[in-house]
């Protein structure tokens, strides 16, 4: 079983918004960077976006330029959760979305090596 759980994917017009959840049982994700990755059927894994963890001095909050201007990341550490609002979804952002969880005081990585936590995935589709 995998330690993360992402929900909140589904089919959604164009234009649209979804909100991606991930959450944990197994620890505290606030102490942890979370990043949020996606794969497109044929695709490698990409970073969307990361959040650091509260002991970091950056407080980064990173996007990849597909994702700027669209997609938020936020926590919610009452509910030990990590969330995805992405608006003025396109086809193209139709992809299985994955987040991650590294224990660290240091930026949060856009890259899947800096990760050791991760969920099964929901699917996103965009499509009319």
């Known amino acids: 079983q995998l330690p993360l759980v992402e929900s909140g994917g589904g089919l959604v017009q164009p234009g649209g918004s979804l909100r991606l959840s991930c959450t944990t049982s197994?620890?505290?994700?606030?102490?942890?960077?979370v990043g949020w990755f996606r794969q497109a059927a044929g695709k490698e894994r990409e970073g969307v976006s990361c959040i650091s963890s509260i002991t970091s001095v950056s407080g980064r909050e990173y996007y990849a330029d597909s994702a700027k201007g669209r997609f938020t990341i936020s926590r919610d550490n009452a509910k030990n959760s990590v969330y995805l609002e992405m608006n003025s979804l396109k086809p193209e952002d139709t992809a299985t979305y994955f987040c991650a969880a590294h224990l660290s005081s240091s930026y949060c990585s856009a890259y899947v090596r800096g990760y050791d936590y991760w969920g099964q995935g929901t699917q996103v589709t965009v499509s009319s």
């Open positions: 197994g620890f505290s994700l606030e102490y942890y960077n």
